[in-house]
């Protein structure tokens, strides 16, 4: 079964710092898609970054970047320059192109920013 | 661009009263469409999902349904609401297996 797993239920960082967020999946398929989501007290979840499995090249979005290891089966996310407004909920998800396409999500980690 | 609507915002039901949540979503075209369930401070839920009209998939056992009358629109609808039933859904859209967009959800509570 394919699985996603984010170990830490709960972070917070310094204004300004830098976190990182850890994700691993599981799953036999050589192809396949990984997201990170955020989900500020709003609620409205937010696409954050995107990665495709077959690009060697670690995704960057402006202050967020992913650190992919394919390898491993890792996916973390990195918070350089942390703000108030990344107070959140973060949720890592996969999905294979082919089956179902159903996506699975990891149960989150909650990011607290520090004034 | 795409936009992804869902109605009401926010939904005060008593045990035993019928539900009907709505999500439409414009700009595209054959999209797949999700429904989650999220409780507070939780993760989501798979309930429903749709590759196209008619077409559902039920994730959970339980005492709601999903109907895609049309090309962009999903409904999910209950004939009896449970006190279990209290959370916030989110209706979901995305092209095929690539990211999905979500829309800003409905905050439901069963008294």
């Known amino acids: 079964a394919q699985t996603v797993t984010q170990s830490q239920p709960e972070m917070s960082v310094q204004e300004a710092e830098t976190v990182t967020l850890s994700c691993t999946y599981d799953?036999?398929?050589?192809?396949?898609?990984l997201f990170w989501y955020k989900q500020p007290p709003s609620r409205q979840m937010i696409l954050v970054i995107r990665?495709?499995?077959?690009?060697?090249q670690n995704a960057t979005e402006n202050r967020f970047s992913v650190n992919f290891q394919k390898a491993a089966k890792s996916f973390s996310l990195k918070i350089s320059d942390s703000q108030l407004g990344d107070t959140a909920m973060y949720f890592c998800?996969?999905?294979?192109?082919?089956?179902?396409?159903?996506?699975?999500f990891g149960t989150g980690t909650r990011l607290k920013v520090l004034a | 661009s795409q936009t992804i609507h869902q109605w009401p915002a926010t939904l005060v039901q008593p045990v035993g009263s019928p539900l009907s949540l709505e999500c439409t979503v414009e700009?595209?075209?054959?999209?797949?469409l999700y429904w989650y369930r999220q409780a507070a401070g939780r993760g989501l839920q798979l309930l429903f999902y749709?590759?196209?009209?008619?077409?559902i998939s039920s994730e959970v056992p339980q005492n709601l349904s999903a109907s895609r009358p049309q090309d962009r629109q999903f409904i999910l609808s209950s004939k009896k609401l449970l006190l279990s039933d209290s959370g916030f859904y989110l209706c979901?859209?995305?092209?095929?297996?690539?990211?999905?967009?979500f829309g800003p959800g409905t905050r439901l509570t069963v008294t």
């Open positions: 799953t036999s398929e050589s192809n396949y898609y």
């Open positions: 749709s590759v196209g009209i008619g077409q």
């Open positions: 700009g595209t075209s054959n999209p797949n």
């Open positions: 990665q495709e499995a077959y690009k060697q």
């Open positions: 979901a859209w995305s092209r095929r297996a690539y990211e999905q967009y």
């Open positions: 998800a996969f999905i294979t192109p082919s089956g179902t396409y159903k996506y699975i």
